[in-house]
């Protein structure tokens, strides 16, 4: 407690002094006007920092190693710093997106055409795995092995976790979940948010409701995978960073406003 006192003690009063430092990235983000944002600092003391790609962003996803980004026409590749490394056509609408386990981007689905992807250093694979007919809509997808995708579905009022193989399209396993509204992979897991609050589903099949401190039955309309530890999780009127302990009792942090102007990705703050 003394050290992260410290810590934020040491980087405002850096700021005050208008010193030239170099804020360590702890999140990326799209904000509710469909900025690309970051947020910089230590969580006691984050400042919220446009990113340099001025285009309007429809979904993002970031673990700290690399991140995606969807616009109107494009998908783009980020990389660590969250500046864009590799970038190619894609489809108009919404994008939903999984990594694989050394944390490089894996799939990408796309709502408009239902189909899963998958995303390589040149782009996406031929031959992409379709949904249409299967479910009316999917919230959240996983590579859940080399072969395998998982994925949150809704069917008419049932909701469940669905395992399939990718080349055949053949549904492997079918778990039924209860009704939510937004759903994200984290790792093996799934986070679902519903009415009262958060979920997590592990890849074991066990629910258990989490205790944030922070009051969600206001309704959350958005999970985003950040940075490698972390979500956003947005509200009506405002966000948090939530970060799950080795305790596994979830970490909040208030995120402050966006930012309304762009900064070079890298400068520093």
Same mark, same amino acid.
């Given at each position: 407690?003394? @050290? ?6 040491? /980087? ?16 990326? /983000? ?12 230590v ?18 996803? &970031? ?16 990389? *660590?710093?969250g500046?864009?490394?590799?970038? &190619?056509? #894609? ?5 939903? /997106? $999984? ?7 894996? =799939?990408?689905?796309?709502?408009? !055409? ?11 694979q ?8 299967? &479910? ?6 996983? *590579? #859940? ?7 949150v ?6 909701? /469940? ?5 990718f080349? !055949?399209g ?12 937004? $759903? ?5 897991s &799934? ?7 958060? =979920? ?5 099949g ?25 979500? @956003? ?17 979830? *970490?909040?942090?208030?995120?402050? $406003?966006?930012?309304? !102007? ?8």
């Amino acid at each position: 407690m003394r @050290r992260t006192f410290l810590v934020t003690a040491l /980087f405002s009063a850096a700021l005050a002094a208008g010193q030239s430092i170099s804020a360590p990235l702890v999140a990326v /983000f799209r904000d509710d006007s469909q900025h690309l944002q970051r947020a910089l600092g230590v969580p006691e003391a984050l400042t919220v920092r446009a990113a340099s790609q001025p285009d309007v962003v429809w979904n993002s996803s &970031f673990n700290g190693k690399s991140g995606i980004v969807k616009t109107a026409t494009q998908i783009r590749i980020l990389d *660590e710093t969250g500046a864009v490394a590799n970038s &190619f056509d #894609a489809p108009e609408g919404d994008a939903l /997106f $999984a990594f694989s386990g050394n944390g490089s981007p894996a =799939l990408v689905f796309f709502a408009s !055409t239902g189909d899963v992807w998958r995303v390589t250093a040149d782009g996406l694979q031929d031959s992409p795995m379709p949904t249409v007919g299967l &479910f009316d809509d999917v919230l959240a997808i996983d *590579e #859940a092995s080399a072969r395998d995708v998982g994925l949150v579905a809704r069917s008419g009022e049932d909701f /469940f976790i669905a395992r399939m193989n990718f080349n !055949t399209g053949e549904i492997i396993t079918r778990a039924t979940l209860p009704a939510i509204t937004v $759903a994200i992979a984290i790792g093996p897991s &799934f986070l679902l948010a519903d009415e009262r609050g958060l =979920l997590l589903r592990s890849a074991a099949g066990q629910l258990t409701r989490l205790s944030t401190g922070v009051d969600l039955s206001r309704g959350v309309h958005a999970l985003n995978r950040v940075s490698a530890d972390r979500v @956003r999780i947005a509200l009506q009127d405002e966000s948090y960073l939530m970060r799950l302990s080795s305790s596994g009792i979830p *970490e909040m942090t208030r995120l402050p $406003a966006a930012a309304a !102007t762009a900064a070079p990705l890298g400068a520093q703050q």
